[in-house]
């Protein structure tokens, strides 16, 4: 006979989603059973519901499709939140299974009831409850075609215990047809099309699928025939980045460089991206980015079919005689020596990255001059921190390295933000995956320090720097990640960090490089 958590997970494969990130607990046993009975499902453990969510946002952005995660009731979701925020804002899709007490228990108020609904929704597309097994195919499909939506949605299924153990209604489980994306606006495109025949000071501002390389030489051409600067929106889910492809800059976090950037901007056409603002405000200084003057064209939205809005866009416009698209050559910068720096970091990267790896970002202040030195570097795929929540760059690794085995994958990774989810590479060890870590060791919170200076607030005395300092003890990641079964060094020359990160991407399997910069 077969029960409810065995309709959900034969749902769950009918629709193509086969991995499942997991910390599940008492509620979910009998679901934790059905996917032992599943041998096509692939079932990935996280020490930390962090993981879990952050795995399964670096898992979407790299396979395209959902994973599922599973987590234990209220205080297991809330504990996963934080990458559910930058999952949502990266446009990941995801079906997170949430446990919950029985239906008739939840009225006693057990320790671990919470309202699960109310925690869910601020970072879920979508919310669902399944109280029996009868609802629970339907419950499903409406959560799988909810993360189907396009960018691609958080949907939140809460699993009661005795819908998951009670006996499933007969018949089989439902392939769902995933929605199709909003199409492109003919008025918006047109109206696109002639703000670039128009001869004002213009910026293309793109994201989402726009960063594909079809997408960019398309978008390039009509640039360089119309004299439009093309730009990537600050925080993005996925770009394609290196030799044999559009160098593209984003939008500067540094607010008086965004400002700078945008000064004599006259209009500005977004086609998957939003107008930039300030990550933060800041005393005397505005949110918003672009001139009072600037006018705004929506083209297309996250939501829409961004290929189809822009070859529509390439076809209004014209581009059949425009330059061929600008690709950036293989170029390695001069390898510096001596004392170890951000900049000798990204240089090493640009001369020992292989060909298709993918870059996990959240270096956050040492990673800022990335870009600068790997325009020319070998092609790879670049994930980011997308909602400024910390401590997803280790778990957005190990999902992008579960959705992409042959693929090496490579994360930057700042020390303060990585102590949130460092559990993640125990789960690099035990699945095996090809990923090495990059450890700014700055010991402290550097990005605090200068927030604190910009925002007015002055400079850091002794109860500032206990707050922002992570020295005393200082943190020893060669013996954390060690301690987690990867291997791992350290390094505090560009010598010995060039000699480690070129063997370390010669190798298989996880490795730690704790850069002491």
């Known amino acids: 006979m077969k029960i409810g ?102 009225e006693l108020d057990a320790p671990l009831t919470s309202d699960i609904e109310s925690l869910a929704r601020p970072m879920s597309h979508w919310v669902g409850r399944a109280d029996s097994p009868e609802t629970l195919g339907s419950t499903a499909e409406e959560a799988i075609s909810a993360a189907f939506t396009a960018p691609g949605q958080i949907a939140t299924l809460i699993l009661p215990a005795d819908a998951s153990w009670g006996a499933a209604p007969a018949g089989d489980p439902v ?41 960019l030489d398309t978008l390039d051409r009509i640039a360089q025939s119309s004299g439009a600067r093309l730009m990537a929106q600050q925080s993005n889910g996925r770009m394609m980045r290196g030799a044999g492809r559009i160098a593209l800059d984003r939008v500067p976090y540094k607010i008086d460089l965004a400002l700078a950037t945008f000064a004599d ?46 070859a529509a866009l390439a076809d209004e416009f014209g581009v059949a005689n425009s330059p061929a698209p600008r690709h950036a050559s293989r170029a390695k910068p001069d390898m510096p020596s001596g ?52 401590g997803v760059g280790m778990p957005l690794a190990t999902g992008a390295a579960v959705a992409c085995p042959d693929r090496k994958v490579i994360t930057l990774q700042a ?55 992570l020295d005393n003890p200082a943190l020893d990641w060669v013996s954390l990640a060690r301690g987690m079964g990867v291997e791992a060094a350290s390094a505090s020359t560009v010598e010995d960090f060039s000699d480690l990160l070129r063997a370390a991407c010669q190798r298989r399997g996880p490795f730690l490089i704790e850069a002491l910069i």
């Open 265 to 310: 901007t006259e209009q500005v056409i977004l086609i998957g991206a939003k107008a930039p603002v300030g990550f933060f405000a800041y005393p005397g200084k505005p949110g918003k980015m672009l001139p009072e003057s600037c006018e705004v064209i929506d083209m297309a939205d996250a939501g829409s079919d961004l290929p189809a809005a822009i």
């Open 339 to 390: 004392t170890l720096t951000p900049d000798a970091i990204a240089v090493a990267l640009a001369h020992h990255m292989p060909d298709n790896a993918i870059v996990c970002d959240e270096s956050v202040t040492s990673g800022r001059d990335f870009f600068r030195h790997t325009y020319g570097a070998a092609p790879h795929d670049f994930l980011q921190l997308t909602g400024g929540a910390i």
């Open 5 to 106: 958590a065995d309709l959900l997970c034969d749902t769950l494969l009918a629709n193509g989603i086969d991995t499942c990130f997991a910390n599940p607990g008492t509620s979910e046993m009998h679901f934790v059973a059905a996917l032992d009975r599943q041998p096509a499902m692939r079932c990935v453990l996280g020490l930390f519901e962090g993981v879990v969510t952050g795995a399964a946002d670096g898992y979407a952005r790299m396979a395209e499709k959902p994973a599922a995660t599973l987590l234990h009731l209220g205080p297991g979701l809330a504990n996963g939140l934080a990458n559910l925020h930058n999952a949502r804002r990266a446009g990941s899709p995801m079906v997170n299974v949430v446990g919950d007490h029985a239906t008739y228990h939840l």
């Open 175 to 215: 392939a769902i047809t995933p929605p199709h994306p909003t199409a492109p606006d003919a008025a918006r495109i047109t109206q696109a099309a002639a703000a670039l025949r128009n001869g004002r000071t213009t910026t293309i501002l793109i994201s989402g699928k726009a960063l594909r390389d079809a997408e």
């Open 415 to 469: 020390d303060g933000s990585g102590m949130y989810t460092v559990q993640a590479l125990w789960t690099q060890a035990r699945e095996e995956l090809d990923v090495v870590t990059i450890v700014f060791a700055n010991r402290r919170y550097q990005i605090l320090h200068g927030e604190l200076k910009d925002v007015g607030a002055g400079t850091a005395g002794r109860n500032a720097s206990r707050m922002l300092d």
